[in-house]
């Protein structure tokens, strides 16, 4: 009894630099880990010390490493330990490595004497010593709620949450602090640099009302205390927590570098060029992926050279490309939305189906009253395209429905247009044919009256699908469809994607961080679901949506772009986040008892409605089972004071603007924690994947999803209309995003939808061991069966004609976005886990 008896274990590690898929850990790195320079120490469980703190045990150094997968460093080690010493429920871990930090993957012990298996999963960057005034430690993967913790790791457990929320650390942040803590968008402009850089404060306000986002602790600037400095265009450096960057797997640094890369070589290239930045028909657009490529005019050879040496990534080199003569060329994949048809997607009938089936199909709402409050849309205008209804009838039989950008654009449209911009607020009009597709019934284009208020007043043209031969008035319609699409594509990107997944998510990330331990159940949950979510949005703010970045230059707010946001979220719902909600409250659906989901949609072939339904249901069934494991009744909720902390902070604090909302879950059961949770794994996974990685595949051919308009509508009478009759390409081209615009929004998204290799999807985890909890284990391997299910039932309706929304319509492109896995690259299809790109 009490005798020391020797244990093997072992570690998986990675030293900076190792993810590199092409790249083993060299001899060097080898000794340096075995000269004693890193130590694991155990942490008892179930044996205290005099403060009742887990005794903790002798160090155990790496030994001898054996093979493992390629990237990764897998070492044995020994550790020394006595029964008296107890079950170990945690490591601390120090690292003397000189100035180099690791990535600890986990810790393993096969064969613990009483208890079996020990598993750690680590999944961080651990520094040397004198970078922290504490212990790194880690804790096994048993999962406890907080009274339920052994007594000897609770202080453990408090001190970790101490150290990661660092509310006494008042200083700039550091890339290995790892502080999880809140800050306004106040990052955005540029004032010291230039007075026209210069961005409202979001969050803080109720003019300008946001999420938080990740403090960096940055100085304020000079020019105006409230915001804080920033880095140069080419420092890609900003904090965030070191676990939440890039990199910690082996292929995910791979694509976070592209987008610096592209931030810092290819935006200076295009720059550089000599080029009158037009395109003078579609056959020049098609060029930019033709295999001639698209020549952009002269440049700088040795610029183009030094950024293919700088930039050790194929795709960046295959995308830039110099001739003899110096020129540079341009060469892109094929975008999915013309591979079949490279005029389809100009056809009314794509127009419509990619409302309900192409990259923003969330916004589509059922019309309840006709004519639209305020709209000059009269019965005349549709009456004779309603397939012999009235509108009467079509409007009591659930067949209209509407596109509106109207209301929420009108009051930002005259400092809009006073930039490079000019835009109209638009409403456009569908109906819902017997044979389940939309058709395109009127498109009315709004400006403020010069004379009244912007918000109540407007001087509106209305247009129709023409039955004319003439080229003008065909072309005027298929302008007002890119006028549509141009609201459309900024409402898009500034909303439903970037507000209502990316930047809504952050503060749960927060919050969870700062008040979930590792051991809980729900950080167990939820966790997968943040991977990479603070980098890209720091990534973001640093070249994206920030003043004078790609967002500013290729959407049609431009300056006003987060500010537009920012109005948005005054009317943001947490609780209509959730799908079922969502679709009722668009009138896409109506209440129904006997269906599933208790609703039934108005437009049966809806397949962003149909497939999310299915993946909803299947995350809440989960989320259910889960929860139901760790708390049985409504007092477990209340009384876990971690998860109280938690949800409390992410409301008051987190999305603080919004914290006095009467919608907001109250926590206080177990429906209230399921609610919750669904609707962030919701979002995180099938909503941000529904959004976001069809941007290629059908904004990738600029024409059919437009990002700018740049001129009005061409009046009868003037030279702009008689050329929409001689030159009616030119100038739908010169009215639409130029030439600079559509190369720089192109190739950027064209990253933003491709999928790493090693990209973790719905269901899946990126470790077996992730608890040893077996119903929870069960309870997951059943979800992810669900999903397969799913998976293959998608697969299988698009292969159906006789769902012509579906199946592809026009442009031959069957709805794919919501199809779980995928392979790497730009496919039109996957749902990652969290909202990672």
Known sequence: MGEEVMIRGTVVLMKKGDYNPNSLVGATVVQEFQRQAVSFQLVSATVG??????????PAYLEESIPGVEGESVFRLTFAWSEREGIPGAVIVKNSI?????????????????????????????????????DRIFFINDTYLPGDTPGPLQAYREEELYHLRGDHVDRQLLEWDRVYNYAFYNDLGDPDADPKLARPVLGGSQEYPYPRRGRTGRPRTQTDPNSESRLSRQDDDVYVPRDERFGHVKQADFQTKLIKAFVQAIIPLLQGINNDWEFDAFEDVLKMYSGTGLVLGEANPAMIRQMKEKVPFESLKDMISITKDGRAILR???????????????????????????????????????????????????????????????????????????D??????????????????????????????????AIELSLPNPEGEERRAAVSEVFTPSKERMEAPLWQWQLSKAYADVNDSGVHQLISHWLNTHATMEPFVLATNRHLSALHPINKLLVPHYRDTMNINALARQSLISAGGVIESTFFPREYSMELSSAVYKA?????????????????????????????????????????????????????EYCSIYYPTDDTVRSDVELQAWWK???????????????????QTVSDLAQSCTILIWVASALHAAVNFGQYPYAGYVPNRPTLSRRFMPKPGTDEYDRLSTEPEKVFLETITNQFATILSVSLIGILSSHVSDEVF????????????????????????????????????????????????????????????????????????????
Request: aromatic letters at 10%; a negative charge.
């Open 49 to 58: 010390d005099n403060e009742n703190k887990g005794v903790v045990g002798k």
């Open 98 to 134: 000189g100035q180099e930090e690791f990535f600890l993957k986990s810790l393993s012990i096969a064969n613990f004497p009483g208890k079996g298996r020990l598993h750690f999963v680590c999944n961080s960057w651990v520094y040397p010593v004198d970078k922290y005034t504490y």
């Open 332 to 406: 892109l994949p094929m975008p999915h939305v013309i591979q079949s048809d490279v005029n389809a997607w100009s056809t009314d009938e794509e127009f419509a189906r990619e409302i309900v089936a192409g990259v923003n199909p969330v916004l589509i709402c059922g019309l309840k009253e006709f004519p639209p409050k305020n709209s000059s849309i009269t019965a005349a205008y549709i009456e004779g395209n309603l397939d012999g209804l009235t509108v009467e009838q079509a409007l009591n039989s659930d067949k209209l429905f509407i596109l509106d950008h109207h």
């Open 408 to 441: 929420g654009m009108m009051p930002y449209l005259n400092r809009i247009n006073s930039t490079p911009s000019k835009v109209y607020a638009t409403r456009t009009l569908l109906f819902l044919k017997d044979d389940g597709t939309l058709k395109p019934l």
């Open 572 to 624: 943001w719902n947490f609780t209509e986040q959730a799908l079922p909600v969502d679709l009722l409250k668009r009138g896409v659906a109506v209440p129904d008892p006997a269906s599933p989901n208790k609703l039934r949609l108005l437009i049966e072939d809806y397949p962003y409605a149909v497939d999310g339904l299915a993946i909803w249901s299947a995350i809440e069934d989960w989320v259910d």
């Open 649 to 667: 902070e992410a409301v008051e604090v987190g999305h603080g603007d919004k914290k006095d909302e009467p919608w907001w879950p109250k926590m």
């Open 762 to 837: 719905l269901g899946k985890r990126d470790t077996p061991y992730w608890t040893t909890d077996q119903r929870a284990l069960d309870a997951l391997e059943r979800f992810d069966a669900k999903l397969g299910k799913i998976e293959q039932r998608i697969s299988e309706m698009n292969e159906d004609p006789t769902f012509p929304n579906r199946y592809g319509g026009p442009v031959n492109m069957p709805y794919t976005l919501l199809i779980r896995t995928s392979p790497a690259g730009v496919t039109g299809r996957g749902i990652p886990n969290s909202v990672s790109i």
